[in-house]
């Protein structure tokens, strides 16, 4: 077996992590001959209930868990962490103005960057899924100068795999022989799920959907799934959510195969006329351990729209943070 890697769960008594936790216990996003150090980090209140996801972890008896440790302290948590999963958010709460929720969680982003950049070891990947989620990622990156800006991403994995699966469903087509699927912009209302460039085993499938099809129902529906799951179950999306963060993690480790590729929101370059430093949606490759954003696709007059205004919300967000003194 090769040398255990630490893996940093914030919110770790929260539901999300209560699926993502015993993923990456049992080697789902570095395989099944790399044990794991856990740190499961969240607040002090709750620290206990914490402690009682980690005595089900035990319980689980898996072998690739190295050890289990929890604290309330960022700094602890993150030092010599090679991977961090940033879980933990305020939630939006009755009455809660937007700029109170971006100050809220702002602050905790600040903190837990200064903790990255401090203590985490050198091939640091995060993967921010705390809401909102592209912004809350963005600041952390901004407080953590010392490392690279493309370590530092947010979860559009979720609202890239809602599409995949909508797409399969409407074309009566496995996942698998699709491929070509981007989730532009922001993981909000404002995404723009798009499937312009998708192959079903190497064919083009976008002629036959018709745009009233996307328009009408694909993207609102991709877009609002969120909505939908807590409007049918009751509490929202947990596993999807956590599947999709171990997809994201463990494709950024293992790479994408040949020229597919998948989503990832990450600090643009300013590709495809989004915002430099802007964590933006865009379709990307892993190779070599790194993102790289795909290049040269054409954009047409509807996704330019759609495109734009996402990206308007994001700028907005940022400006936010900054007016708030967070950046
Ligand atoms: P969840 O585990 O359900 O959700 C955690 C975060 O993930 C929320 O911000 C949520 O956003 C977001 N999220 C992103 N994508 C999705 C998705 N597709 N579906 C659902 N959620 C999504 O929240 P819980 O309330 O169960 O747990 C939160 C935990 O975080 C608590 O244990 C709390 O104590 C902790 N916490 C830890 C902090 C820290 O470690 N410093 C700071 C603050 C809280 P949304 O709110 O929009 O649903």
């Known amino acids: 077996s090769t040398a255990p890697v630490t893996v940093t ?9 209560y699926s993502l936790l015993f993923r990456l216990a049992s080697g789902l996003v570095y395989g099944p001959d790399t044990p794991v150090r856990l740190r499961l980090l969240d607040i002090p209140s709750a620290v206990t209930a914490a402690e009682g996801v980690a005595m089900e972890i035990e319980d689980c008896a898996l072998p690739l868990v190295d050890s289990i440790e929890i604290t309330d302290d960022a700094t602890a948590a993150f030092d010599g962490a090679n991977a961090a999963f940033l879980v933990g958010a305020m939630p939006r709460g009755k009455g809660m103005e937007r700029s109170d929720l971006l100050s809220a969680n702002g602050a905790i982003f600040r903190d837990q960057g200064r903790s990255i950049n401090a203590g985490a070891a050198d091939d640091i990947r995060v993967v921010v899924v705390g809401n909102p989620a592209n912004t809350n990622a963005y600041i952390a990156h901004r407080h953590a100068p010392d490392v690279p800006a493309g370590r530092f991403t947010a979860l559009m994995r979720l609202d890239h795999n809602r599409a995949l699966s909508q797409l399969a469903t409407r074309l009566g087509a496995p996942v698998a022989e699709l491929d070509g699927v981007v989730v532009w912009g922001n993981h909000s209302a404002t995404q723009f799920p798009d499937v312009s460039y998708t192959t079903r085993a190497g064919e083009p499938v976008t002629a036959g959907l018709g745009r009233d099809w996307l328009a009408d129902t694909f993207i609102p529906r991709v877009a609002n799934r969120g909505s939908e799951i807590i409007a049918v179950r009751g509490s929202s999306s947990a596993a999807s959510a956590a599947g999709a963060a171990v997809d994201q993690m463990r494709d950024w480790v293992h790479g994408t195969p040949g020229e597919s590729w998948t989503t990832v929101a990450l600090p643009s370059d300013g590709q495809y006329g989004t915002v430099p430093g802007v964590v ?10 790194e993102w790289e954003v795909v290049e040269g696709l054409e954009i047409d007059d509807f996704q330019r729209a759609r495109i734009d205004a996402s990206v308007a919300e994001l700028i907005s967000e940022r400006d936010a943070v900054h007016a708030l003194g967070l950046t």
């Open 280 to 289: 933006t949606g865009l379709p990307c490759r892993s190779h070599g351990g």
């Open 9 to 17: 769960v914030t919110g770790a008594a929260g539901k999300i992590a």
